[in-house]
């Protein structure tokens, strides 16, 4: 890990927000070009360490490059720590994604520790908060835990992002419903009504529409399907009984004991 610069917006385009499997679970609306360089530009301005925006950051604050030194360099991912509105004082909020190729070999993991000591070591801060997508992303769930990250207070999309970055994401997962295929496009469907069910439970829209927005974005075929409309139904009312954002922390106090263990 090293920290971020101008130099790997590239990079970060290309393979992170470029990338709809990566960039899927981040609040960002990247449907098309313009959308995948604000995205990458609103990191690399405010976090790099060469950013527009990123002169007054404190050490601890900042975006982080992984790159695979022993693959020639190659662009593994990135890992970020700022200060999120609607967390308690004192804490920071880190967040991860990694490149397709490099998914299932333990870097989010690694990472999570080196970024842990970095954040404790630097700063004074009292706690980090990671948050995932409840019933969205149960294999970032699992990481926390098994990391140390003990469940916290919910913190809602609303409160941390505001509501245009919730509409990017309803924009989004709409933009993904509209260009499902007739295979494979299970997985991605589930995907989108969960988290439009997330949404709706956050009132940006009403839940009787929610349902409605969706399979009038999905190609006819599939919104004519009976067993498609059942099953977007049944994934709207399960994300809308487990909304966004699961929030996990870890303290200073519980870093120092795993750290020495």
Not at 66 to 73: F, L, M, Q, T, W
Not at 145 to 166: K, S, Y
Request: proline share 3%; hydrophobic share 40%.
């Amino acid at each position: 890990m090293r920290p971020s610069s101008v130099a790997d917006r590239m990079d970060i385009a290309t393979y992170i927000f470029g990338d709809v499997e990566v960039s899927k679970t981040l609040v960002h609306d990247v449907s098309t070009q313009k959308g995948v360089w604000a995205a990458t530009d609103a990191w690399i301005d405010t976090l790099a360490v060469d950013g527009k925006r990123s002169t007054a950051n404190a050490e601890h604050i900042g975006l982080w490059t992984i790159r695979d030194d022993a693959g020639e360099g190659r662009f593994v991912g990135i890992r970020g720590v700022f200060v999120a509105p609607g967390l308690p004082l004192n804490s920071v909020a880190t967040f991860v994604a990694i490149a397709r190729p490099y998914w299932g070999k333990g870097v989010s993991s690694e990472s999570s520790r080196v970024l842990c000591q970095h954040v404790f070591q630097k700063s004074e801060a009292d706690a980090i908060y990671t948050r995932v997508w409840p019933k969205l992303n149960p294999a970032s769930d699992a990481v926390q835990r098994r990391l140390g990250f003990v469940p916290a207070d919910r913190h809602t999309l609303r409160d941390t992002f505001g509501e245009q970055r919730m509409r990017e994401v309803l924009e989004f997962d709409l933009w993904r419903a509209s260009n499902l295929e007739s295979e494979g496009f299970a997985e991605t469907l589930r995907q989108v009504s969960i988290r439009i069910g997330q949404l709706a439970a956050e009132d940006l829209l009403e839940a009787r529409d929610a349902e409605q927005r969706i399979l009038t974005a999905l190609p006819v075929r599939l919104a004519k399907s009976g067993d498609v409309r059942s099953k977007v139904a049944e994934d709207l009312r399960l994300g809308f009984h487990n909304p966004a954002w699961a929030s996990y922390r870890m303290s200073r106090a519980d870093w120092a004991v795993r750290d020495r263990v």
